[in-house]
């Protein structure tokens, strides 16, 4: 492949990206959740189509190779936060529940799957990072604002960041609902939970709303240099 044809191929990734991020959807937290799961799933099936025409006998499959050495795994939909949990339900800190206030940023950990209480019912939802060389690299999230006391946006970001970017993955008004989906580079922190865990930031804007926040993960991008996949210890859910 020249460099032309990766460069059409970037610019067809970014304009199903801006798609992805325009896409809203009106209605109680858990349909407008599925909704924004539909509308990830179009895209990266349209995404897929787009990327067998650029390149021919090579089209990313799930599963297949996407870029060097990585490797997409879609998953059922697994919710893995919930801001309106409870400790007692879901043994997250407090400090990392209830509603994100303006100018806030919160840490959530994505290895693990969860019923609607909270309750852990998958421990490896994500498969463990074995070395540097064998990690999953991003994952294809869903996103919902629900709750919120006034017009702000929420912004994501890999785990260990250290400021807000400066995008929007999604605008939220009072007492709406709304969902949105993309895909975010997430990182690993050794010490989470004492066997380590991978993480994105959820951030809240600088307008006036606080707001409680839902994160669905739909699938991941496997780092491996070998191309081996993850070990036996993990299935797909």
Do not use: C
């Not at 919160?106 to 990072?129: E, F, H, Y």
């Not at 785990?159 to 995008?167: H, L, N, Y």
């Not at 066997?195 to 809240?204: R, T």
């Amino acid at each position: 492949m020249d460099i032309d044809e990766i460069n059409r191929l970037q610019a067809q990734i970014d304009a199903l990206q801006a798609q992805v991020a325009n896409m809203r959807a009106e209605a109680e937290p858990d349909r407008a959740s599925r909704r924004g799961m539909l509308k990830l799933a179009a895209g990266a099936a349209v995404g897929a189509v787009a990327g067998g025409m650029m390149l021919g006998a090579n089209p990313a499959l799930a599963g297949g190779p996407v870029a060097p050495h990585e490797h997409f795994y879609s998953i059922s939909p697994t919710r893995v936060y919930d801001s309106r949990w409870t400790g007692a339900q879901s043994s997250i800190l407090s400090s990392r529940l209830g509603r994100m206030n303006p100018n806030g940023g919160r840490t959530v950990d994505l290895s693990r799957g969860r019923n609607a209480n909270g309750t852990i019912t998958n421990s490896l939802l994500l498969p463990p990072r074995e070395s540097p060389n064998k990690v999953v690299s991003a994952v294809a999230y869903n996103l919902t604002a629900t709750g919120g006391t006034g017009v702000n946006f929420l912004s994501v970001s890999p785990g260990d960041a250290s400021a807000r970017p400066s995008t929007s993955a999604i605008n939220f008004s009072a007492n709406q609902n709304i969902a949105n989906g993309g895909i975010i580079q997430v990182s690993w922190d050794a010490t989470s939970r004492g066997v380590g865990d991978y993480q994105m930031m959820v951030w809240n804007g600088d307008d006036v709303g606080s707001v409680h926040f839902i994160i669905d993960i739909t699938g991941f991008y496997w780092y491996d240099t070998a191309d081996a996949g993850p070990n036996g210890s993990w299935s797909r859910p």
